[in-house]
């Protein structure tokens, strides 16, 4: 059974940094792309970063890019997205997902597994 278990949210000041994990169980890295995406109440899942696990090929969402980071650690089965220079406009339940033999994506329904999500407070 596959499963993914995220971690690492908490509250920051915004400036501030985190760096969430994402454990895959159940399934061995091959052809997939894993991807991190954001909710907030009443607001539509939005994808924040992805991440090609063969080639290492990353893709982010324009008001990410060059703060966010995805990267794997294949030995692990674990992705991680590390955030630096955080806003309050990032605070979010934070969530990332497993795409079976497919290109990395930002699009939430291209994703067939899901962890629980973790929540990222940013304050001003």
């Known amino acids: 059974q596959v499963q993914l278990v995220e971690s690492g949210g908490g509250s920051v000041q915004a400036g501030g940094s985190l760096r969430l994990s994402c454990a895959v169980s159940g399934y061995t890295f091959s052809r997939e792309s894993m991807g991190w995406f954001r909710q907030t109440p009443g607001q539509q899942r939005e994808g924040v970063a992805s991440?090609?696990?063969?080639?290492?090929?990353?893709t982010y969402a324009d008001s990410v890019k060059g703060r966010f980071t995805i990267s794997q650690d294949g030995t692990k089965n674990t992705v991680y997205l590390t955030m630096n220079n955080l806003k309050p406009e990032d605070t979010a339940m934070y969530y990332c997902a497993l795409r079976v033999n497919g290109l990395r994506s930002l699009r939430p329904d291209s994703y067939g597994y899901w962890g629980q999500g973790t929540q990222v407070t940013v304050s001003s």
């Open positions: 991440i090609q696990i063969s080639t290492s090929y990353t």
